[in-house]
């Protein structure tokens, strides 16, 4: 009996001890061992085009993590585990057996298949937290305009890097929830709480459409493959309301695997790529002289072989001699010296009026991340030649999406709007702000009319054609600047079409770039075909009747 009082007063001593002394510091112990706080990731919205075909999804994917004092034999367990997760045996062993820790991550998002079979090995101190991983469906369709995720140091959910994902990513990411999980000393849980539930993302509809995109894709890599360029951009738009149908460059990305791509590619090359357009500027030139009344269609030129400005001598791409051209033949055949003519009724403060006043020099209005403004020269930076350079495309640089839709107001009408490349966001529509007419309805016809001369006989853009539909549009061969010497170089070109269709009253717009082709130069070569394999699948595609 006395040792049993003994024992009894020294147990309820060490109770004593355990709830007064050491209480605080083992409840402490106990709460961290056995109740768990976790963020539970939101699923991220979905990207959809136009008709709702799927561009980027979320899939069930699990966290695999590990108790590392719970697991009994780290060698035996990262046996089994290597092969599902697919990662060497030693590295899971050697985190296996870390004792300075209560947790520690095997693997992040793992596929749902994946992760039901390791949760059906019931391996003691292994746990499974579900969460989402990002898959693109169409694979190579329209990645750099979509964009990538990366993982962010605070959360355990990814948040958009570049492209849509990153100028969505609050509307995408939703609001993740919290989840208090309880567990029994051997780690089983026995109670799981979510003290906030998470809400999904919304969903991103496009004005893309995945079929005209594809197609799109498909007829740069064609161009690839023939002119072996540094890279090629396309993009199609419907002018009326300035919706973006398609935005592809090339080289193509994979969107599930973006690093094995180079930053080149990654790129969406329509907003963050500027160049001097060369001819396709000489539009612009013309409409403004149109609209100040400095010419007409039919005022006609006399044009010698070459022209003097200051002190740089100008001629035209090909050898001619004297000539007389009107104003509408000198923008079908692409004439330097006509060009410059025009541009010359204009003085400096005129034309650089118009170039800012077609949308050069300022972002689009698009919102695309990394969208550049290109540079414009101001008046008082001319020199003495800048108007013999200026009005046929050469010392301005642009963004192809510029260009595009500087052209969509020629061809809306005289109306310049913001592209618009998303259509929704949820629920809610878009908004997008009203369009500015900058050049009247009769000078917009008067351009359009011009320009199906390029197509004509004597064109720069003779060989293209659609049966049963006119077509208007405008060739681009641009020399790039050499950046060792500063100078215009004699090997590297950009060449480039931007055209639409059907000419009177156009449906569909398509602007192509190839960068520094090889083996032919022209825009009429390299470019303007292309143009014509777009235009003549969207027509057709999006039922546009012939004439």
Known sequence: FATFLVLLSAAFLRAMWLGVVEGDGLAAAAATQQTVDETVPARRGSIVDRHGVELAVSEPADDISATPYLVKDPVATAARLAPLLQLPEDELAAKLARRDTGFVYLARKVPGDIAEKIDSLGIEGIDLAPGSRRVYPREWLASQVLGVLGQADDSPTDVGRAGLEFLYDEALAGRNGERRTVRDALGDPIEIRDAVAPQPGKTLALTIDAALQDKVESVLADVGAT?????????????????????????????????????????????????????????????????????????????????????????????????????????AQSSNVGSIKVGLTLEKAGFDKWVRRFGFGTP??????????????????????????????????????????????????????????????????????????????????????????????????????????????????????????????????????????????????????????QGAIYGGDVAAPAFGKIASFGLSYLRVPPR
């Open 227 to 331: 002119y072996r360029p540094k890279g090629a951009t396309a993009i199609v738009m419907d002018p009326r309301n300035s919706e973006v149908l398609a935005m592809a460059n090339w080289p193509r990305v994979d969107a599930n695997r973006p690093g094995d791509a180079p930053a080149y590619a990654q790129q969406n090359r329509a907003v963050g790529h500027t160049y001097e357009p060369g001819s396709t500027f000489k539009a612009f030139t013309v409409a403004g002289a149109l609209q100040d009344g400095k010419v007409t269609p039919d005022t006609t030129f006399d044009l010698p072989p070459q022209i003097q400005v200051a002190d740089r001598t100008i001629g035209e791409s090909h050898p001619r001699g004297p000539i007389t051209l009107s104003t509408s033949a000198i923008l």
């Open 364 to 517: 689009t209005g698009s919102g695309l991340p990394g969208e550049e403004r290109g540079i414009v020269p101001a008046v008082e930076e001319y020199s003495g030649s800048s108007m013999g350079n200026l009005p046929i495309g050469q010392g301005i640089s642009v963004t192809p999406l510029q260009m595009t839709a500087a052209y969509a107001a020629i061809a809306g009408d005289g109306v310049l709007r913001a592209p618009r490349i998303v259509r929704s966001v949820g629920e809610e529509r878009a908004s997008h702000p009203p369009g500015k007419r900058i050049i009247s309805t009769t000078t917009a016809r008067e351009v359009r009319s011009m320009l199906e001369g390029v197509f004509a006989p004597g064109g720069t853009a003779a060989e293209v054609s659609i049966s049963g539909y006119e077509l208007a549009g405008k060739t681009g061969t641009a020399n790039k600047v050499d950046e060792k010497t500063g100078e215009y170089s004699k090997s590297r070109y950009v060449a480039s079409f931007v055209g639409f269709a059907p000419a009177k009253k156009p449906r569909l717009l398509v602007s192509v770039m190839v960068d520094e082709p």
